[in-house]
């Protein structure tokens, strides 16, 4: 256990629907980061924040993407008109302000649009 | 930006036998490394990390991994396997100064009893 926990683990959705992540981080860690994978893939990086700040965001992340970190604590990854494209693993992570720092991430949550 | 290579998508292996996984990144800079492991359905788990000093770095579960600046390599080891070590395997880089994370395709390790 890291201590990054997330929010559902599992999400089977219809194609259309919106879905919200929610990631937990440890509490004395300012730096969060969303990934997504999929099979046979490395995490590939999704956007990050530096406390409440979003300070970047991949060209992945389309605009049916959005994420949120009220008061630099959890964090919330929404994904509007899902397709079944968007079904992978999304990935939760976060260091501290150490700049040698390594990331410690979340369990995952798989989502599955039909 | 940087990229990182792994060159081996699969590797099986005998229980007991040695086993190297590969790992090159393309950088011009200073970079800490990073090795991380995923069991099915599960986050990842740092196995070991290169920040400075001594070139052949020790992790869990009896990895060990070793920087080569001139060849921009972190190579993955480990002298005798577990079934338990069945799982996948990621390279990462961070650039100093820098929080942004590249991780390289992955290896799937898979020991054959």
């Known amino acids: 256990d890291t201590g990054v926990s997330q929010d559902p683990r599992h999400k089977i959705t219809k194609r259309g629907q919106n879905v919200t992540f929610r990631c937990d981080p440890i509490?004395?860690?300012?730096?969060l980061y969303w990934y997504r994978q999929t099979l046979g893939q490395g995490p590939e990086f999704l956007t990050y924040?530096?406390?409440?700040?979003?300070?970047?965001k991949s060209r992945l992340l389309s605009d049916r993407f959005s994420a949120e970190r009220p008061k630099g604590s959890f964090s919330t990854l929404e994904i509007q008109r899902t397709e079944q494209g968007d079904s992978a693993m999304y990935l939760c992570a976060t260091t501290g302000p150490r700049s040698s720092g390594e990331l410690f991430f979340g369990e995952g949550s798989r989502l599955t649009v039909l | 930006a940087q990229s990182v290579t792994q060159l081996d998508s699969q590797v099986p292996v005998f229980e007991e036998a040695p086993v190297e996984l590969r790992c090159n990144y393309s950088?011009?800079?200073?970079?800490?490394l990073f090795w991380y492991v995923q069991y099915p359905n599960q986050g990842l788990q740092l196995l070991l990390k290169?920040?400075?000093?001594?070139?052949l770095v020790k992790g869990i579960n009896g990895f060990e991994a070793e920087f080569n600046k001139s060849q921009t390599s972190f190579h993955l080891r480990k002298p005798s396997v577990h079934i338990s070590d069945t799982a996948e395997y990621f390279c990462a880089v961070r650039v100093k100064q820098s929080n942004q994370f590249y991780f390289g395709t992955g290896t799937s390790l898979t020991v054959i009893p």
């Open positions: 924040f530096q406390n409440e700040a979003q300070l970047e």
């Open positions: 509490s004395e860690h300012n730096r």
């Open positions: 290169y920040l400075s000093g001594s070139t």
């Open positions: 950088s011009s800079v200073s970079v800490y």
